[in-house]
Structures are given as C-alpha cells and as structure tokens.
C-alpha cells in the first residue's frame, strides 16, 4: 500500500527566533520511503537536524521575523495491516526491563504517576496481565473521555483528563499513558500521521495524531486509547514521556501559528510516478536556470 503524507505550515515572528521542529516521518520508516520532497522553506533558510535522547530526528533552524512557511510532501510504502494484536503478550519483570526504558515507567510533566496510582490500581489491580491489562486500560480511557477539538488545551494534564473526562488524542495517550505506568508497564507517547484508511472518511481537517507503545515481551506495541482499534497506516513521526518531548514546534520566542495542513491518502503507483516525473522535471528547469 502506498499512502502520500505530508505538511504545511506558516509561522510568524516578531524577530527572529530559533526553533526545534518534529514534523516529518520517523527515520526508522526511511527505508519504506518511495518518493520524499526536501524540507521547503520560504523564504529559503538553513536548517540541520540532529538527534534527540529519545531516538527522534529533530530539525533546529532560525526563523525570519515575519512569515515563514514550512513544506514537505512524500509516499510511503506501508504494509496495509492493522496494528498487531498479540493476545499472549506478557509484562515484563522489572529487574529484566532495560535501563534506557526505564524513564517510561516515570512520571513527567503531563502524566503525574503521584495523583493517579492508587486511582490506577483500584481501577487495574484485579485485571490479567500484560495485553489484556493494556486493552483494560484502553477501554477505560476510551469510555471515560468524551472526545472533541473544541475540548483541545495545550496545558491539560493526565489527572486533569481524568476529572475533567474530555479531551483530544494526546488527552486519550497521556492518561493511558500514565495508568500504564502506574501498573509498573513501561509505556511512551508517540504522534504521527494517521489517515482515515480502512475507516469511514472524517470530514475535519487532518492534523497529527496522539497514541501510545508499551513495552512487553521485550518489544514496543502500539495501542490507541482514543480510535480504541487497530488502525491501518500510521506513520510515526517521534515518541517520548510525553506530548512535551514530541511538540511539534518548539518556539525560543514568541510566534503565531497562521497556517497549518496535514495530509494523509492512500493512492496508486500511478500518481506516484506522476510526482516523480513531476519532481524530476522541476529540478530539470532549475538545473538549467542556474
């Protein structure tokens, strides 16, 4: 399956400000990428990327004051399974889990393991272990939410989710998250892009989604405490503590966010050699322009 994702967005600035950006696929996809234009600004300014504590690829770069728009678009080549669902995967014992895993049993600053560990526990303790305990936890969070953009705020918590019982995707993670935690299950926050495929077509604008891995049977699982059902598609693009560590821009200064686009579409090898040749035939004309 192919799916064709990708961005745009306008950012302004009083003055110039640096910038941490997280916004393309995951590398650990690069070698699924069968078609990727390189990252557009305008106007066109430098950037580089490194890589963060949590294995993501992040781009710094200097904005302009005034506007600055931000581009890239590109094919993935995808499997067109669901999520993996592994009825039989067991928890991991502490002593066993690795060392460089063990930030995700943590509390951080969105899922405060203080406040909901005994809630956690009364609601988890008497549930089976490992997957079924992770579904459990899905099914709670799923059913004690109310989900909707208008419930969207930057600053809720997980604990604030829970008494509040509203909230967007990463609201839906974030207490996931943190029951997970709580239950001594190693668990961390992804986002990344997710299409309406295999679904019925979501009339709202497409933006960056929120889910959740744990870690069992030494590996990472996905689970998705929002759609609450395997999903075909995703595309990571970070994963860390929490929302905090995965923003999708991180301002050094003040700037406003004046355009944003996010797509997310399966489509066939035929439009997918239509922007290649398209592409080859831009840098053709650029080449001989300079």
Not at 152 to 170: I, L, W
Not at 183 to 202: C, E, H, K, Q, W
Request: with cysteine; proline share 5%.
């Amino acid at each position: 399956m192919l799916i064709r994702y990708g961005y745009e967005l306008t950012l302004n600035c009083q003055q110039p400000t640096f910038m941490l950006c997280m916004l393309d696929a995951h590398r650990e996809r690069a070698h699924h990428i069968r078609y990727e234009t390189p990252v557009i600004t305008t106007p066109q300014i430098d950037s580089s990327t490194y890589i963060d504590l949590y294995g993501n690829h992040v781009r710094r770069l200097i904005a302009p004051a005034g506007d600055l728009a931000i581009c890239c678009d590109a094919v993935i080549d995808d499997s067109g399974l669901p999520d993996p669902v592994v009825l039989d995967a067991q928890e991991v014992v502490m002593e066993q889990i690795p060392s460089n895993y063990l930030v995700y049993l943590l509390g951080s600053r969105y899922c405060e393991t203080d406040k909901l560990g005994d809630i956690a526990w009364q609601l988890f303790g008497s549930t089976p272990r490992g997957w079924h305990r992770v579904q459990a936890i899905c099914d709670f969070v799923c059913d004690h939410l109310t989900f909707g953009y208008e419930y969207a705020r930057a600053t809720r918590t997980a604990y604030e989710a829970f008494e509040e019982r509203k909230g967007v995707c990463r609201d839906f993670a974030h207490l996931a998250v943190t029951f997970c935690r709580c239950m001594n299950i190693p668990a961390r926050y992804t986002n990344g892009f997710l299409g309406d495929i295999g679904v019925p077509s979501n009339p709202t604008p497409m933006d960056y989604n929120a889910w959740f891995e744990v870690y069992l049977d030494g590996g990472w699982f996905t689970f998705d405490a929002r759609h609450n059902t395997p999903r075909i598609g995703r595309i990571p693009v970070a994963r860390g503590r929490d929302a905090i560590d995965v923003a999708m821009v991180t301002s050094f200064g003040p700037h406003s966010l004046t355009r944003f686009r996010v797509w997310t579409e399966e489509i066939n090898e035929g439009v997918l050699q239509d922007l290649i040749a398209a592409s080859l035939e831009s840098e053709a004309l650029a080449f001989h322009r300079n």
